[in-house]
């Protein structure tokens, strides 16, 4: 999928710029060496080195599928992004595409691999280069909309690689505690695991007393009790301390951003409280 230009020149105006600005050095490779490792087949495409077919497996199916390698020294990344209702609410999801879209610059720029799987099933295989990172951009500039378990989508993204991996999770974390806590476990149990959690202002400061409130996911309807804000607030700041204790406690690393923050400024903090 190709971007229009407009999209592209947007990507690169607020992602490429702040990225070369602020994280230069960041996901390069430990070296350029390493034996090549098998890591998963992919269709082929019209402009495909077709040295990279595998033979064996046309004989097998009648498709064409190439072989695609990481290098031993190599950190392939892959970016678990939520596409989900939740994260429409305050702009969330323009903040997690400019976090997405950065992630992979970064793996690009440091000559990594990188794929990208949402938790609602859309997956991109591992590639290189800038038009792979603008593959991954356009993927982020769907609504968000729906609901989905996340244990069952880690389970999903995991049938997709057989290397280790550094995997990047750029959600709201709105999922139940133990259900978090059992797909972090699953990711840690065999890959190096960072989370970016993505929250709107009026989540965390919230003021809604006595109005009606929608469920973005599930359209359910919930009455908020006058003067109950602080009560809330305390809650989501509980809450918020518990994930980051789950996905610590797993081995991942955690970073907190808000969609009203001045984008640079998030990346660069996240990135050394992260990498």
Known sequence: MRLPPDVVSEFELKVRKVVDGVLVGKFKSRSFGGSPEFAEYR??????DVRRIDWKVYARSRRLFLKIFFHESEIPLLIIYDDTGSMAYQGKHLTASKFAGALAYMAYRGNNAVSFFSLRGRYLPFGRGYDQVLRIYAQT??????????????????????????????????????????????????????????????????????????????????????NSARWQRERVRGWVASVRRAVIQAGGRYSLAFSDEDFPSALRRVALELF
């Open 141 to 226: 500039l769907n609504e968000p909309s729906g609901s989905t378990d996340f244990k069952r989508s880690i389970v999903e993204a995991l049938h997709f690689t057989r290397k280790r991996l550094l995997v990047a999770i750029v959600s709201d974390l709105a999922f139940p505690l133990d259900v978090l806590n059992s797909g972090i476990n699953l990711l840690t149990r065999h890959h190096d695991v960072v989370a970016i959690h993505i929250l709107a202002p009026g989540e965390w400061n919230f003021r809604d007393d006595g109005k009606i409130l929608v469920d973005m996911e599930r359209g359910r309807r919930l009455s908020v009790p006058p």
């Open 43 to 48: 269709p082929y495409n019209p402009g495909d």
